[in-house]
């Protein structure tokens, strides 16, 4: 366990948003001071704290990054990867790596969900794979394969191999996959970042058992989502 501790990424606001934040701040400081010393009246100044610090603090909150550990024994458990709705629980042909049918559990992150994906299993990392894509509404079914997605396999210490796919939305048009290669991983840790309305698959063997229904909400790192056989 504490060589787990030692590897979380223990931040507040994700490091994805840490240089945007901090540059709007400083250019609303700035603004605000040129329009608090360079006119006579204060209402414009007011007029631009209003609607920028209220977006400020929207940011703010998409970014946020709480720290969570998920407090079960974490064998043969498949916890969320994210924050979200449950938008699809199915068995489904996965033609990209396994061929065969698989359990299908997605879930959907709106623009005002976290927006940071945790591993959902322990193991280690097969490989990852990024590809380049369209952009439609994360919840459609085709977004799944015809949206820009990074896959994240990951081979459990069974030797059951889950494959986690993180999939751009309408708006999302960023992908961050912190995983790599070769190493290990665990419940707890980051795997990447999704900005903005997103989606995360998680393809799991049919013998798996899914504890989900549909448009259930999900804590990510704390949701169970499905036991393994």
């Given at each position: 366990?504490?060589?787990?501790?030692?590897?979380?990424?223990?931040?507040?606001?994700?490091?994805?948003?840490?240089?945007e934040?901090?540059?709007?701040?400083?250019?609303i400081?700035?603004?605000?001071?040129?329009?608090?010393?360079?006119?006579?009246t204060?209402v414009?100044?007011?007029?631009?704290?209003?609607?920028?610090?209220?977006?400020w603090?929207?940011?703010?909150?998409f970014?946020?990054?709480?720290?969570?550990?998920?407090?079960?024994?974490?064998?043969?458990?498949?916890?969320?990867?994210?924050?979200?709705?449950?938008?699809?629980?199915?068995?489904?042909?996965?033609?990209?790596?396994?061929?065969?049918?698989?359990?299908?559990?997605?879930?959907?992150?709106?623009?005002?969900?976290?927006?940071?994906?945790?591993?959902?299993?322990?193991?280690?990392?097969?490989?990852v794979?990024?590809?380049?894509?369209?952009?439609?509404?994360?919840?459609?079914?085709?977004?799944?394969?015809?949206?820009?997605?990074?896959?994240?396999?990951i081979?459990?210490?069974?030797?059951?191999d889950?494959?986690?796919?993180?999939?751009?939305g309408?708006?999302?048009?960023?992908?961050?996959?912190?995983?790599?290669?070769?190493?290990e991983?665990?419940?707890?840790?980051?795997?990447?970042f999704?900005?903005?309305?997103?989606?995360?698959?998680?393809?799991?063997?049919?013998?798996?058992?899914?504890?989900?229904?549909?448009?259930?909400?999900?804590t990510?790192?704390?949701?169970?989502?499905?036991?393994?056989?």
């Open positions: 366990m504490g060589e787990r501790i030692k590897k979380l990424k223990k931040i507040r606001i994700h490091r994805e948003g840490t240089n934040l901090t540059l709007s701040a400083l250019a400081i700035g603004i605000g001071s040129l329009l608090w010393y360079g006119l006579e204060t414009p100044f007011w007029i631009f704290m209003v609607i920028f610090c209220t977006a603090f929207i940011a703010l909150n970014y946020r990054c709480p720290i969570r550990y998920y407090n079960g024994d974490t064998e043969k458990m498949v916890v969320a990867p994210a924050d979200g709705k449950i938008v699809v629980v199915e068995e489904t042909e996965e033609n990209t790596y396994f061929h065969d049918k698989r359990l299908m559990i997605s879930i959907f992150m709106s623009p005002l969900n976290v927006h940071a994906n945790w591993y959902p299993v322990d193991g280690k990392v097969k490989f794979k990024h590809f380049d894509g369209n952009y439609h509404k994360a919840w459609l079914p085709k977004a799944s394969e015809e949206n820009e997605h990074a896959d994240v396999m081979t459990t210490p069974e030797g059951e889950i494959l986690v796919r993180q999939i751009a309408a708006l999302a048009r960023r992908i961050v996959t912190y995983a790599k290669d070769g190493e991983c665990y419940i707890d840790e980051h795997m990447g999704i900005k903005l309305g997103s989606r995360v698959d998680v393809y799991l063997p049919l013998t798996a058992k899914a504890c989900v229904t549909m448009n259930q909400p999900t990510g790192d704390q949701t169970v989502i499905a036991k393994l056989a």
